[in-house]
């Protein structure tokens, strides 16, 4: 099944850039149409206001038309009756056909409601007024009821251009709320596409950064020393393409580090061969089993005999350096009290602490931390031994411990010759040994702070030198409480 997934997806998604893009893309989407869709309700709100703008305008301009309209119907009508001049008829006329043309452009804007029914009752009761007067003999008192009637119909002019101011407040009522409408829309589509947008945004992070998460925990793994776990990538091709080259990398370290081991194995064991030989011809040499030395050759015989016994302690070290070294990342973690810890490390240094008459002062909290106790105890082994070996006789170490975060602070400092500012980093390097060893021929065979580091590390702790510290040395040990 995984199989299928990594051979679509690199059909799909070959590269980490075409992902980026793909995530921008899909992410970009609906706020493009967000956007797209607002432009397009915002652009008909806008056409709508427009055709309202236009229609009141002509609304409320046809119906002033009108009123100035009638109201010069009404005067050469009333002229006419009195003079009977018939260019004032034609003035009449006239007059009346912009009445009609009005009344027609009010239709066109089709209007709805109580206007056009005033509307229509204006036209009816003109048109009865029209056909009135076109008949050929009119008396005086059918004149007056004709002129009476033009009075009343700019009365209603006056209703019709009232209404008329009605209606342009609907349409803007009506405006405002299409633009409501609109608002909510836009609101609306954008709570919907906003939690799509941030789940498509969280999704393609996920996407991206879990690959990198991969590699970046793969590389810390190998940098840790921890080569066992075969390294699998997820994600675009390019990146599996990484991965596939990192595990490759990590195959290589491994049989590096194999190859290494088994070297060191053989040659210490064929270094062990001659080195007995070397003691034991030194052993018969010094007990006189040949004859009989004299003071020079005897001297001679007791260095090549403490040399040979060095070089197998030397040997033995080495071979021990490279077995832990081999399984530090290989911890068995148990929870232990701290008090008892140290205090047992300390038992085990009492003949050095004795033979040089040092006094070691403890300052440790009632506490328990998850460790390696075998791998520790070589640790607190290594500091307490080289404090107890560089400080003079009569001396004092002190070893304290505190908590801060939820880590173990230990600070194990000593009265000896102290470390100098260019041995801050290479105190820990294998086989270094301090300008104070060399200087004071104090014996060792620089692996102890090595190997401290090495196995402080693999619990996931640090271990330092403050190389500010005055009357001596000090070493800093931070371990986490909790480690699983």
Do not use: C
């Not at 050469?76 to 009977?84: D, G, K, T, W």
């Not at 006329?93 to 009010?106: N, Y």
């Not at 793969?218 to 990146?239: F, Q, R, T, V, Y």
């Amino acid at each position: 099944m995984n199989t299928q997934h990594n051979v679509l997806t690199s059909r799909r998604i070959n590269s980490l850039s075409t992902l980026v893009l793909a995530g921008f893309l899909l992410a970009g989407l609906p706020l493009l149409w967000t956007i797209w869709s607002s432009i397009q309700s915002v652009g008909e709100l806008a056409g709508l206001s427009q055709k309202a703008v236009v229609r009141s305008s002509q609304a409320t301009q046809h119906s002033r038309v009108l009123t100035e309209t009638l109201t010069a119907m009404e005067r050469s009508l009333r002229q006419y009756f009195v003079l009977n001049d018939i260019e004032l008829f034609a003035a009449y006329q006239k007059d009346r056909q912009l009445f009609v043309s009005t009344v027609d452009q009010l239709h066109d804007l089709k209007l709805e409601g109580e206007l056009k029914i005033a509307l229509d009752s204006l036209v009816a009761r003109e048109k009865t007024l029209f056909e009135s007067i076109s008949q050929e003999k009119l008396n005086k008192t059918e004149e007056l009821n004709l002129v009476k009637g033009f009075s009343e119909l700019n009365e209603s002019t006056q209703v019709l251009w009232k209404l008329s101011a009605e209606w342009v407040d609907e349409q803007s009522a009506e405006l405002k709320e299409a633009a409501t409408d609109v608002q909510k829309d836009i609101l609306k589509k954008a709570s919907f596409l906003l939690p799509a947008f941030i789940i498509l945004v969280i999704l393609f992070t996920y996407l991206i950064a879990r690959p990198i998460r991969q590699l970046e925990r793969s590389i810390g793994n190998m940098s840790g020393g921890d080569l066992n776990k075969p390294i699998i990538i997820e994600g675009p091709a390019d990146i599996r393409s990484l991965g596939e080259r990192l595990n490759f990398l990590r195959q290589k370290l491994k049989k590096l580090e194999e190859d290494q081991q088994r070297f060191l194995q053989q040659v210490s064991h064929e270094l062990k061969t001659p080195l007995a030989s070397i003691n034991e011809g030194a052993g018969l040499l010094s007990d006189e089993v040949v004859g009989k030395l004299n003071g020079e050759q005897t001297d001679i015989v007791h260095i090549m005999k403490a040399s040979s016994l060095e070089l197998k302690e030397q040997i033995n070290t080495l071979l021990e350096f490279n077995r832990l070294n081999a399984q530090k990342n290989s911890l068995n973690i148990g929870r232990h009290g701290l008090q008892p810890l140290v205090n047992q490390a300390v038992t085990r240094q009492r003949i050095l602490l004795k033979s040089k008459n040092i006094d070691i002062k403890l300052d440790l909290p009632k506490t328990h931390i998850n460790l390696d106790k075998q791998k520790i105890d070589m640790v607190l082994d290594n500091l307490l031994s080289n404090a107890i070996k560089y400080s003079p006789q009569g001396g004092e170490v002190v070893l304290s411990a505190s908590i801060l975060d939820n880590k173990i602070v230990m600070l194990i400092s000593d009265q000896g010759y102290g470390l100098d500012i260019s041995e801050e980093f290479k105190i820990f390097g294998l086989f270094y040994q301090g300008h104070a060893a060399k200087q004071y021929n104090i014996q060792g065979n620089g692996l102890g702070l090595a190997i401290a580091k090495d196995l402080v590390e693999a619990h996931g702790g640090s271990i330092s030198a403050d190389i500010n510290y005055k009357g001596g040395a000090k070493f800093v040990v931070t371990l986490p409480m909790e480690l699983s």
